[in-house]
Every structure is written in C-alpha cells, then in structure tokens.
C-alpha cells in the first residue's frame, strides 16, 4: 500500500484537541496491523489562536523506509483523506501564515475523499467548495460542529465517529477491527465503539465530479523576493481611508490587500439596519476595523475583514440588532447594508429567517468563556 | 537632533587620556543625540567621561542612566528606529544580559554604535580582559573591531557612525576595547576639531525607514518560514556592502584627519619579508610589536598581523596577506571550548580562511592573556620559538597551546 496520508482541518483552539485525537488514534490503529505512522501539526499554524484554520496530519506507512520517504517533505503535497471538522471552512482556509486562501481540497488526491461534520446536505457543501479538475468524494458525518476550549475537549464522539467513517472510505489504512482495538486501548468507553461501528456503517460518499462546486478564484498573492522587500523589517503603513464606497459621505478604511481573515470566521453578524441606534459601538470595538460608515451613519460589516470574534454582538445595546449566525447559511461575502438599501423587505424577511433559526437551533458555541460553561452545554445536549 | 554650539573642539587638541575617554570624545565629536548608560567595570569608566563631557556643555545628549544592561540596548535600539543617533556600551556579561536587544538591533538594521570594554565572562568574577564578550555577536550582523590605541579608539569610533549610518549598511557596530590596558591607560591621543569630524560625518538620516508620524510604519514583525530567510539574506547583503563602504570611508577618514594605516581592516607590521607570522586583535599588538622588533634585530623574519575588523572579516586582504609566509601564530586572547583543534575564535576563522590557498601556511593556535593577564615578550618569544620548529620539522605537534598558564 505504501503510504497513506490523513489531514484533519480543524480551527484553533476550539477543535485543537479533538484534531490531535484523530490523528493520534490514525497512527495507534495503524500499528495494531504491524504498520508504522507519524502524527504531528503543521508547525506554521498558530493553533493557539481562536478559530485560526490549522492542519494535523496523520502518516501511515508499512516501512520506517516508505515513512521517510514521505517525511522528506514535510508538508504533505497531497493526502488521501482530508478531515474537516468544521464545515464552514469548506470555502477554504487560510491559516494563521496567510498564504492566501488555500481551498479545502487542495491537498486531496484525485479520487480521495472529503469527510466533513455538517448539518448540511452535500449539495450545499459542494457548492461552497472550489471546483477542480480531479474527481474527489464527499463524505458527510451529520453533526453539528464541536467546538470546545483549549484545556477542556467535549466529548461528543465526532473524534469516533470520524474515525469509524475513515475506515470505511479509506479501506486501505486501516480496519475498523484495528481502529476499535485502537480506541479501547487509548480507554475510551463502549458507547464511543459503537459510535464509530454505526459511522462506519452509515457513512456514504457522494462522488464530485470535476468541475462541480464554487467557480471562485481563491485569494492568492506573490511573495516578493528578497529584493524587493523592505528592509529593516520595515512594514509600510496603509494610507487613510475614504468615502464610503468611493462616494463622498460616510467612511470606508483602507485595508490590508494582503491580509484577509474572513477563514477564521465560523459565525458572522448579521445586522438589523432598522432598529440601529447608530451608537457607533460595534465600529469602535471591532479589533479587525471591519464595519464601513455608510453615508447615512450605519455600520456595514465588511466580510472580507470580519474574523466573527462577536464583538459587536456582545457591545450592542439593542436587543437583537445584532445576530452571530452560523457562517455555513451563507454563500458569499456580500454588503448586507447595500442589500437592505435595494429591497428592505425582503432583506428584512432574509435576516429574520436566519436569526430566528440561529436563536432555536442548536448552540454553536465558540468556546468555553466561564467556569461551568461546558457543564451547562452538555446539560443542554441530552442524551445522544 | 540637537546641535549645540560648545567652546569645545574649536582646534586640534593634543589630550592626555584613556581608551575610553577617547570614545567618550568622540561621541561629543559625532554630536550624539541619545546615549545609554549601565555601570559595569571596565565600561563605566566611557559613562562617567560622557557625563562629565555632557555636564561641562562639551556637547548636549538625552544622558538616560537605565536599570540594566538590557533596557540600555533596548534605549538605543529604539532611539535609533527614530532617528537618533546613539551610543552605548557594556562588558563581560552585562553585554550578555542585553543580549536579546543586541539581537533584534541588528535584525532591525539600526546603526546603533556601542563599546564593548573587553571583560572576562563570570563566573568566577574577573575584572580583566577576554574577547569572548564581544565575539557572542559575531554571527548576528553586528559590525566588530578591535583596537589597539586610545587614539585608534577614537578614530574607530568616528568611522564606525559613518559606515553604520551609510544607508547601504545600516547595521550596528561595536567597538571593542581591551579592559584595563585601553580603557584604563592615558595616552597622548590627537583630538580633531569639530569641523573636520562634520565634513567627515554627515547626519544620520534614515530616510523611509525613520520611524516617524509622517512615514507611517511598522517595524520587528512575526514572520513565517516564508519571510525569514529573504530578511537574513538582506542582513548578508548589508553585511558585503559593509565591506565595500569602509574602505571608503576609510580613504575619507585619512583625506580629512591625515592619518590611518594602509588598510582598514588589518594592520601589518613588518610583514613584508616574514617566515613567521603572529596574528592578534587589540592592545595584544604592544608586546608583539616590541619582541618583534628585538628577533628581527637578531635576523629572524618575524612579522605581525594585527586584525582590526572581526567583522566583516576581510577574507581576502587577509589571504593576501599570509600567503606568502611559512608559519603563523595567532595568539587569541580567546577560548573556544570544544572547537576545532580546541583552537581560539580567530584561530579557526583564520585557518577557514585560508583553507582555499594552494599553498597552505602551517597555522598554531596560542590562548594567551586570559582575565587580563599580562602577555609578555617573553610569552610571544615563546610563541615563535613554537611556530618555528613545526616550520622547520614541517610537523605540528600540538595545534594548540596555553602560553604562561601554570601547570
């Protein structure tokens, strides 16, 4: 078989953990068939920062010598599976280096698969993915994203499940016999056994066609030569901002050409532009400068800038002007503000629709931000 | 950024005064904008001549006494990102404890200029020199002399601005001054007037990388593994074009104050004819010149080499310089634990260098003069007698010897 590689795409700190998990169980599964395997994170990542997208990779190999072959390049250029544990970042990634905005299949071999954790149909994940010119499978494992903090995990079973359906659409890893030894033998309990027994029956691939998905360009930029860069570690400042939009009125800042964060972005907010109090808040605690002044004094996120810290959120004195809502209900990058100026009354049944659903839905949590705050979650999950 | 009009420099002075006292002029002299203090022996002895100069109206500065060694370079450091131009300096292991700021001045491209009174690293406590202090920075673009006279140590000072502050250089320089017998010994020094030293010395302008609120930037950045290597690569390209502009600076230098030796980087004494020669750094240059001078009178072809600059390393005036001879000594006042052949610093830089001439000279190492003590004739005499017979034999028995240390 040679080798087999496995990349889990997880978001910093919150999914730290449960990346480290699989690729550990990947490599002890492995060794219950003789072979042997490396696990290790991408060292340029910065998993240590909220939401940052980061990479674990899991290595497998039946010889030290078919190992090192691999290892020699440290970055692996391509990988059988890529595991990604938050759907949202199936419209790509960008880690904490900024290369620019690496799509999720990047590394995915032609004929490898995706497994990724939604509440969503493979249709509309493929639709956020960026086409290519090789076949690629989708698999999904229904679940809503786990999130937890960096010294607590939660232990929903996404990590056994993840890997039961590994096993299934990637045959030529491991077993499931070896991948079950592997999670007793790490101690983990019978019902998370089961876990990934009934992912591995259940999980189905839908097939991607070359061609199918985004047809958006992915960000990308040159790295200037050493010649051409500044010296002295000099960093040029960005010039003032102007009009709003290239109009006279309100502000718009210059950014970063660059710098993009929107990856990081799990939730985003949604504003409702009739109730604002144009108290100016949200514009002035946003750490990434994202909100734009509109000519009449409003404040539109900008979502090539917002990295969804839920700032704005948390500052805005009125109830509900304000939503952070799951990135995954949205397709593009949009001005909210110029889309409510075009037809209120549609905008106003869009923005409902989505809060209303993000208010009863299930907690999409971004970490633990007090004592006891994983107690109440779990309270809130309930037998599953 | 301040000029003051002083009755001071007027003229060309003859003085009576030490290594230090002579850095401590010439930092009035380059009218320095901002300089850093932090006692430690034998440094201190710059920080007091510099107040006292500051206090008498010789010259008017930003006089800042910091807590330790390591905000002392990081003072400076940020001065400089300014646009000041600034001095300071240290010892033994107060230059160690401002290591990380000594660090990150280089990388920041600052022309920062500093003394380093040369002191043996404790423990155990000694006053006395070593170079190990100032040779910890040998790989990190910091420009390196050493010199060997309190006249020289002026002059070193005065070219060190101007190849620092050469916008094709801007990297930080230190100046190296052997405790005790520089920083501590009163020799006649010539004091220039200030006009010449400002025809020498433009001001320091650091154009699009000033830090100011007109010039909006960031500087010292976090990178990736796709930024660092382009930026050491930038360092490696001031550091060679170091190497251009201070022999150009140096032609200034000896147009403008009429005097200097033939070569920036080295100084070569009776080197013209020599079987053997000696190769040292700093006041090391006293004794070997003098029992040079009593083996010539008995016919034997003894010369020296005195390195100025440690860095940049003047690779091939050097090579030049020693391809001719037989037999070398470097005498380090050095150790190197652990090194090749156990050898001292500039016996291993020196062999690496030579190492692509066709015809290689033999090459000794020599520790000698460790903590301050006293190299003598006697000790350098001995030092040729040891060259001498791997010449003759064409064996070296031993690549490297302690000279004058008890058994």
């Known amino acids: 078989m040679a080798t087999v590689a496995v990349e889990v795409v997880y978001r910093g700190i919150y999914q730290k953990t449960l990346a480290r998990n699989i690729v550990r169980s990947i490599v002890f599964a492995a060794r219950k068939e003789g072979k042997i395997g490396t696990a290790f994170g991408r060292y340029g990542d910065s998993p240590e920062r909220n939401g940052i997208p980061a990479k674990q990779f899991a290595i497998v190999a039946d010889s030290p010598e078919e190992l090192e072959e691999n290892l020699a390049v440290y970055q692996a250029q391509e990988v059988d599976v890529t595991i990604n544990v938050d759907d949202t970042m199936c419209k790509g990634i960008e880690s904490w280096a900024w290369y620019g905005l690496e799509p999720i299949n990047k590394l995915t071999k032609s004929g490898g698969t995706i497994i990724v954790t939604s509440r969503q149909q493979a249709d509309a994940l493929v639709e956020d993915i960026h086409q290519r010119s090789e076949p690629y499978n989708l698999a999904i494992v229904p679940a809503t994203v786990s999130f937890s903090g960096l010294w607590v995990y939660k232990d929903d079973h996404t990590d056994a499940r993840l890997l039961g359906a590994l096993c299934k659409v990637c045959p030529q890893l491991v077993s499931l016999e070896s991948m079950v030894a592997a999670l007793r033998e790490q101690g983990m309990n019978e019902l998370k056994v089961v876990s990934a027994q009934k992912s591995y029956d259940r999980i189905t691939q839908r097939p991607v066609e070359p061609g199918e998905g985004s047809t958006e360009i992915p960000f990308s930029f040159e790295l200037p030569g050493w010649k051409k860069m500044e010296e002295g570690l000099v960093i040029r400042g960005i010039a003032q901002g102007g009009g709003f939009r290239g109009g006279e009125l309100g502000y718009e800042p210059v950014r970063n050409e660059t710098f993009k964060k929107w990856s990081t972005r799990s939730m985003r907010p949604v504003v409702n532009f009739e109730t604002c109090i144009k108290c100016t808040l949200c514009w002035l605690q946003c750490p990434d400068t994202c909100f734009d002044v509109t000519p009449d004094g409003l404040y539109?996120?900008?979502?090539?800038?917002?990295?969804?810290?839920?700032?704005?959120?948390?500052?805005?004195?009125?109830?509900?002007?304000?939503?952070?809502?799951?990135?995954?209900?949205?397709?593009?990058?949009?001005?909210?503000?110029?889309?409510?100026?075009?037809?209120?009354?549609?905008?106003?049944?869009?923005?409902?629709?989505?809060?209303?659903?993000?208010?009863?839905?299930?907690?999409?949590?971004?970490?633990?931000?007090?004592?006891g705050g994983y107690a109440e979650q779990i309270a809130k999950m309930g037998d599953s | 950024m301040t000029t003051t009009e002083t009755k001071l420099f007027q003229t060309e002075t003859e003085e009576l005064i030490s290594g230090s006292e002579a850095i401590a002029i010439a930092c009035a002299l380059a009218d320095v904008d901002v300089i850093t203090a932090y006692p430690i022996r034998p440094y201190d002895t710059v920080m007091q001549y510099v107040s006292k100069l500051k206090a008498d109206g010789a010259f008017d500065c930003d006089f800042i006494v910091a807590e330790s060694e390591h905000s002392q370079f990081e003072i400076v450091k940020h001065a400089s990102a300014v646009g000041a131009r600034t001095f300071c300096g240290s010892s033994g292991v107060g230059w160690f404890y401002a290591m990380e700021a000594i660090t990150v001045t280089a990388g920041l491209r600052l022309p920062v200029v500093a003394m380093v009174g040369n002191r043996a690293l404790d423990d155990p406590g000694a006053f006395g020199v070593e170079h190990n202090d100032a040779l910890a920075v040998r790989d990190l673009?910091?420009?390196?002399?050493?010199?060997?006279?309190?006249?020289?140590?002026?002059?070193?000072?005065?070219?060190?601005?101007?190849?620092?502050?050469?916008?094709?250089?801007?990297?930080?320089?230190?100046?190296?001054?052997?405790?005790?017998f520089l920083t501590h010994s009163q020799a006649l020094v010539k004091v220039p007037d200030m006009k010449k030293v400002q025809r020498f010395l433009p001001p320091y302008n650091r154009g699009k990388m000033q830090l100011h609120p007109d010039n909006p930037i960031t500087i010292a950045p976090q990178v990736n593994e796709d930024w660092l290597m382009e930026i050491r690569r930038q360092t490696n390209e001031a550091m060679l074009r170091a190497m251009e502009v201070i022999p150009e600076a140096y032609a200034?230098?000896?147009?403008?104050?009429?005097?200097?030796?033939?070569?920036?980087?080295?100084?070569?004494?009776?080197?013209?004819?020599?079987?053997?020669?000696?190769?040292?750094?700093?006041?090391?240059?006293?004794?070997?010149?003098?029992?040079?001078?009593?083996?010539?009178?008995?016919?034997?072809?003894?010369?020296?080499?005195?390195?100025?600059?440690?860095?940049?390393?003047?690779?091939?005036?050097?090579?030049?310089?020693?391809?001719?001879?037989?037999?070398?000594?470097?005498?380090?006042?050095?150790?190197?634990?652990?090194?090749?052949?156990?050898?001292?610093?500039?016996?291993?830089?020196?062999?690496?260098?030579?190492?692509?001439?066709?015809?290689?000279?033999?090459?000794?190492?020599?520790?000698?003069?460790?903590?301050?003590?006293?190299?003598?004739?006697?000790?350098?005499?001995?030092?040729?007698?040891?060259?001498?017979?791997?010449?003759?034999?064409?064996?070296?028995?031993?690549?490297?010897?302690?000279?004058?240390?008890?058994?």
Not at chain 1, 326 to 347: G, H, L, R
Not at chain 2, 160 to 165: G, H, S
């Open chain 1, 300 to 371: 539109d996120a900008n979502m090539e800038s917002c990295c969804g810290c839920g700032v704005c959120d948390a500052v805005c004195p009125v109830p509900n002007c304000i939503t952070m809502v799951n990135e995954a209900e949205f397709n593009d990058n949009n001005s909210q503000w110029e889309a409510w100026q075009k037809d209120p009354a549609s905008y106003k049944q869009w923005m409902t629709t989505l809060t209303e659903k993000q208010n009863a839905g299930e907690e999409r949590s971004h970490g633990f931000h007090h004592v």
């Open chain 2, 252 to 407: 200034d230098f000896k147009r403008v104050f009429g005097r200097g030796d033939p070569s920036p980087f080295i100084e070569e004494y009776m080197m013209d004819d020599a079987e053997i020669v000696l190769v040292g750094m700093g006041t090391l240059a006293m004794p070997v010149r003098v029992a040079i001078r009593r083996m010539r009178e008995q016919g034997k072809k003894v010369g020296f080499l005195r390195v100025k600059f440690f860095r940049p390393f003047a690779t091939e005036e050097i090579k030049q310089a020693l391809s001719h001879c037989k037999g070398i000594g470097v005498i380090d006042r050095d150790y190197s634990y652990g090194s090749p052949s156990f050898g001292g610093v500039l016996y291993n830089e020196l062999r690496a260098a030579l190492y692509p001439l066709e015809s290689r000279p033999l090459i000794l190492s020599f520790i000698a003069g460790l903590g301050g003590r006293e190299v003598m004739v006697r000790d350098v005499n001995e030092v040729v007698d040891t060259v001498q017979r791997a010449v003759d034999t064409g064996v070296i028995e031993k690549e490297n010897t302690w000279i004058a240390v008890r058994e």
């Open chain 2, 141 to 180: 673009g910091w420009m390196l002399a050493w010199v060997a006279t309190a006249q020289e140590a002026l002059d070193m000072a005065l070219l060190a601005y101007r190849v620092a502050e050469d916008p094709r250089v801007f990297l930080p320089f230190a100046v190296s001054c052997d405790g005790s």
